[in-house]
Nanobody, 129 residues
Framework: VQLQASGGGLVQAGGSLRLSCAAS????????MGWFRQAPGKEREFVAS????????YYADSVKGRFTISRDNAKNTMYLQMNSLKPEDTAVYYC???????????????????????WGQGTLVTVSS
């Protein structure tokens, strides 16, 4: 599967952005999907994930209550609605896909990047103070 992330940009603190991740190739609904981010000089970190059906989601504590992950399997697209953005949210955001059935059954495992098979190219989010 090929992944294309989009929707990044420059926003003031407190503002909102919606990221999209469009997938092509094999059946989108067979993948657990996730968002990760990497800030300058830091390691890539987990942001949020969503199960194959969209019925289960998982969030990093740092974004819980501010970000919402969703997916539209009919459109082969995943979204990340980001509200109340903070300067520390500045990073390149990557979408990723995993075909692991085990991951779908145990969402806590979706925080580990090594379980993902495919990655998008990243979209830059910059939050100014």
């Amino acid at each position: 599967v090929q992944l294309q992330a989009s929707g990044g940009g420059l926003v003031q603190a407190g503002g909102s952005l919606r990221l999209s991740c469009a997938a092509s190739g094999r059946t989108f609904s067979s993948y657990v999907m996730g968002w990760f981010r990497q800030a300058p000089g830091k390691e890539r970190e987990f942001v949020a994930s969503i199960s194959r059906s969209g019925g289960s989601t998982y969030y990093a504590d740092s974004v819980k209550g501010r970000f919402t992950i969703s997916r539209d399997n009919a459109k082969n697209t995943m979204y990340l609605q980001m509200n109340s953005l903070k300067p520390e949210d500045t990073a390149v955001y990557y979408c990723a896909a995993s075909s692991s059935a085990a991951l779908n059954a145990r969402m806590v495992m979706t925080t580990y990047s090594r379980y993902y098979d495919y990655w998008g190219q990243g979209t830059l989010v910059t939050v100014s103070s």
